[in-house]
Nanobody, 120 residues
Framework: QVQLVESGGGLVQPGGSLRLSCAAS????????MGWYRQALGKQRELVAL???????NYADSVKGRGTISGDNAKNTVSLQMTSLKPEDTAVYYC??????????????WGQGTQVTVSS
């Protein structure tokens, strides 16, 4: 059993900043990567940013230059710093992790989601 707990969501004004954090816990042998997805009203869930255990990162075009993902492999945590926020960033943000537990394969786990609302 693996749990992902997100924090840092809330209401922010356009042009503002926020930091989302996620911590994974449970029966974890290793984590290949952790990242963030989001789902806006009426939209499909989309990738925001990923960080692999190697340190390699990947960003959606919509957040390049405005988002910075960082993590700590030893603590099984990942954070996303977002700046210059736009109303279009409003969405439920989900933490995601590819985790190896007691099995032989890696499986995807998801947090419950945290609401980010960008509005004046």
């Amino acid at each position: 059993q693996v749990q992902l707990v997100e924090s840092g969501g809330g209401l922010v004004q356009p042009g503002g900043s926020l930091r989302l954090s996620c911590a994974a816990s449970g029966s974890i042998l290793s984590i290949d990567r952790m990242g963030w997805y989001r789902q806006a009203l009426g939209k499909q869930r989309e990738l925001v940013a990923l960080r692999y255990s190697s340190g390699l990162t990947n960003y959606a075009d919509s957040v390049k230059g405005r988002g910075t993902i960082s993590g700590d492999n030893a603590k099984n945590t990942v954070s996303l710093q977002m700046t210059s926020l736009k109303p279009e960033d409003t969405a439920v943000y989900y933490c995601n992790a590819l985790v190896k537990t007691t099995g032989r394969v890696y499986r995807d786990y998801w947090g419950q989601g945290t609401q980010v609302t960008v509005s004046s």
